[in-house]
T-cell receptor
Framework: KAGVTQTPRYLIKTRGQQVTLSCSPI?????VSWYQQTPGQGLQFLFE???????NKGNFPGRFSGRQFSNSRSEMNVSTLELGDSALYLC????????????FGNGTRLTVT | SQKIEQNSEALNIQEGKTATLTCNYT??????LQWYRQDPGRGPVFLLL?????KEKRKERLKVTFDTTLKQSLFHITASQPADSATYLC???????????FGAGTRLAVHP
């Protein structure tokens, strides 16, 4: 079974621009979560989608948004990029079941200059 | 608010010894706890889950304990190997479909 796929792997943007990151979950997984990882803050939860609905949300500004499509693929968008948005963005999927573990992709490394 | 603490300093041990990593949590009572391993430039990989009614869980050279009184989980790697060098993350989880929140992780370095 193919793992979680994130594209692109690397991205360089300038301040003020917007960016869209993509995530394809493992086949059969309907839950997709997004995390931001920085050296200083660790893994910070952004949001979780299940069956095209946002089920949980973290404490990020409204510039961060996401959506999930009917095939469970997900995208996250960051508008008006700031230098502090430079991070590794990780997507994870899991099967239904509150104990089920997350399966992570290898992330998109975003650099904002 | 929920708080999760893992040793921020790296843990350096000699090959063959047992590594013990600590995860403390405050201000909530998780129903279970997951441990993950993360290598540089990669996403975390799930290792073990332990439930609140389980004192201990084992998987090969890994052992996890869960003390709900102390609000602490310990993660042990016995007979450690250089290949075990990585960052280890804990995620104490409330029941239901709550979001998974992670500790900052502890970096383990196993030296030959």
């Amino acid at each position: 079974k193919a793992g979680v796929t994130q594209t692109p792997r690397y991205l360089i943007k300038t301040r003020g621009q917007q960016v869209t990151l993509s995530c394809s979950p493992i086949s059969g997984h309907r839950s997709v979560s997004w995390y931001q990882q920085t050296p200083g803050q660790g893994l910070q939860f952004l949001f979780e989608y299940f069956s095209e609905t946002q089920r949980n949300k973290g404490n990020f500004p409204g510039r961060f948004s996401g959506r999930q499509f009917s095939n469970s693929r997900s995208e996250m968008n960051v508008s008006t990029l700031e230098l502090g948005d430079s991070a590794l963005y990780l997507c994870a999927s899991r099967v239904q079941g509150e104990e089920s573990p997350l399966h992570f992709g290898n992330g998109t490394r975003l650099t904002v200059t | 608010s929920q708080k999760i603490e893992q040793n921020s300093e790296a843990l350096n041990i000699q090959e063959g010894k047992t590594a013990t990593l600590t995860c403390n949590y405050t201000n909530y009572s998780p129903a279970y706890l997951q441990w993950y391993r993360q290598d540089p430039g990669r996403g975390p990989v799930f290792l073990l889950l332990i439930r609140e009614n389980e004192k201990e869980k084992r998987k090969e050279r890994l052992k996890v304990t869960f003390d709900t009184t102390l609000k602490q989980s310990l993660f042990h790697i016995t007979a450690s190997q250089p290949a075990d060098s990585a960052t280890y993350l804990c995620a104490p989880i409330l029941g239901g479909y709550n979001k998974l929140i992670f500790g900052a992780g502890t970096r383990l370095a196993v030296h030959p």
